[in-house]
């Protein structure tokens, strides 16, 4: 069965948090990502300077298990508020399972990103389910550290 991991979710203090994290815990970042090294948006939004500095993704070990998260700027998240900025992050084994737990879980709830390829190489989507729990569903191909 799949891996589960909290992903916190930040307005504009991601990066400075995971550097207080890592203070504490020690260890490196396998991955850091800003909203500035993702391709254009569809639908046509911008980001501003400002956001695309923000951080897209990081992960940091504590022990065997990755603690990930992001910012959330006004453009590609819903409104972050203390209480909707955790998340449950899946790690499948198999794209099958992915859209086995997405689906099932998902059923009842709202969809805010299909499960789908993305640029960065994984079979990802993200939902809140029906009891208003967010869920990212990941699968990679090749398995990364974060």
């Known amino acids: 069965m799949a891996a589960i991991n909290p992903y916190l979710t930040f307005n504009g203090t991601c990066e400075a948090a995971f550097n207080f994290y890592k203070s504490v815990f020690g260890g ?6 800003r909203y500035k090294d993702m391709p254009p948006a569809e ?19 504590i022990g065997n298990t990755p603690l990930m998260g ?15 900025n955790v998340s449950i992050s899946i790690n499948a084994d ?9 689906e099932g879980l998902s ?10 390829d993305t640029f960065w190489g994984a079979y990802f989507g993200m939902f809140t389910d029906k009891f208003g ?9 090749v398995p990364s550290n974060a």
């Open 28 to 33: 490196e970042f396998p991955f850091i990502g």
């Open 43 to 61: 639908d046509g939004k911008e980001l501003s300077p400002t956001e695309g500095e923000l951080i897209m993704h990081v992960s940091l070990m």
């Open 70 to 84: 992001s910012d959330a700027p006004g453009n590609y998240e819903g409104e972050m508020v203390t209480g909707n």
């Open 94 to 102: 198999s794209r099958d399972e992915a859209n086995r737990v997405f």
């Open 107 to 116: 059923a009842g709830g709202t969809v805010t990103m299909p499960i789908q």
């Open 133 to 141: 729990i967010n869920w990212m569903v990941n699968f990679d191909e």
